[in-house]
């Protein structure tokens, strides 16, 4: 029986990149993204993805780049909206879950998870929900509102 198990190092996080990325390509909401809008050079991008999750998985700090610049350069050329981000989670997660179990298996999904958040909100320049006015302490708002009408001080 083939057991699955978990990402130990960067031989399963090349798996998992390729995988992921061949189910990138063939979905009809993301696929287009890099065939068509960035006509992605998957010789070059996916060696960059290795680093990328190595990085954040086993602190190899073999990942230089920009990933908020590289999708910000996207937001007026194609939707880069919620759907799409949903989507994209929903194919990491699928191809993890499909392909190892454990604690770093665990991990990865919950540090895509958050990353999507922060890459969604800061290209779309949603406000960070921290600073939404609805979240904030009644001092909080009164200090806030208190440097705006008086900028000077
Ligand atoms: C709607 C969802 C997303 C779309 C459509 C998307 C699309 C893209 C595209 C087209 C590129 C450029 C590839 C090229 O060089 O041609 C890219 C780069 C990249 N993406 Fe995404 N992406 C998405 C979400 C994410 C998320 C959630 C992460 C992180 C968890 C991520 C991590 C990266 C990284 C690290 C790069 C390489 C940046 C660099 O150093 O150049 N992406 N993405």
Known sequence: MNRKTDLEGRAEIETL?????????????LGFIFNDIAQTDWESHLPKM?????TVLFRSNSYRGNPLA????LVSKTPMGREQFDRWL???RGTVDDLFVGEHAEHI???ADDMANVIYS?????PDPRFDP???TPEQ???????????GE
């Open 17 to 29: 990149v390729d995988v992921f990325y061949e189910r990138v390509r063939d979905d009809e909401l």
């Open 50 to 54: 290795y680093a990328f999750w190595e």
């Open 70 to 73: 590289a999708h910000e350069k």
């Open 90 to 92: 929903e194919l990491f």
């Open 109 to 111: 999904k919950s540090c």
């Open 122 to 126: 800061r290209i779309n320049q949603v």
């Open 134 to 136: 609805a979240n904030l």
């Open 141 to 151: 708002r009164e200090r806030y509102t208190r440097y705006k009408s008086d900028p």
